[in-house]
């Protein structure tokens, strides 16, 4: 599968910005879906996951209640909703799949997942 995100930009502190990730294929369902961020200077580091159905969702505790992640099986997309935006919150942002997550501790777990986008770029001025 391959992955493009989009979305990224410019937003200021409180603001909201939704990110995209566009999968080819149609095994689209067959993947549970993932976002990560990489600061500058910092590890990659996970924000929010899905699961194949979209019944399960994950979230990093410094997003959780603000981010908001989704997917639309028919337009093979996952989303990222970003509320409440932060200084902090400025990173590359990739979008991930993989098949084989068997557990919610993997679905945190960057090194579980496959197939990786691209990144796109969010920068949160204060």
């Known amino acids: 599968v391959q992955l493009q995100a989009s979305g990224g930009g410019l937003v200021q502190a409180g603001g909201s910005l939704r990110l995209s990730c566009a999968a080819s294929g149609r095994t689209f369902s067959s993947y549970g879906m993932g976002w990560f961020r990489q600061a500058p200077g910092k590890d990659r580091e996970f924000v929010a996951a899905?699961?194949?159905?979209?019944?399960?969702?994950y979230y990093a505790d410094s997003v959780s209640g603000r981010f908001t992640i989704s997917r639309n099986s028919a337009k093979n997309t996952v989303y990222l909703q970003m509320n409440s935006l932060k200084p902090e919150d400025t990173a590359v942002y990739y979008c991930?799949?993989?098949?084989?997550?068997?557990?919610?501790?993997?679905?945190?777990?960057?090194?579980?997942?496959?197939?990786w986008g691209q990144g796109t770029l969010v920068t949160v001025s204060s």
């Open positions: 991930a799949a993989e098949r084989a997550l068997p557990s919610h501790i993997a679905t945190m777990q960057a090194e579980r997942y496959r197939y």
């Open positions: 899905i699961s194949k159905s979209g019944g399960s969702t």
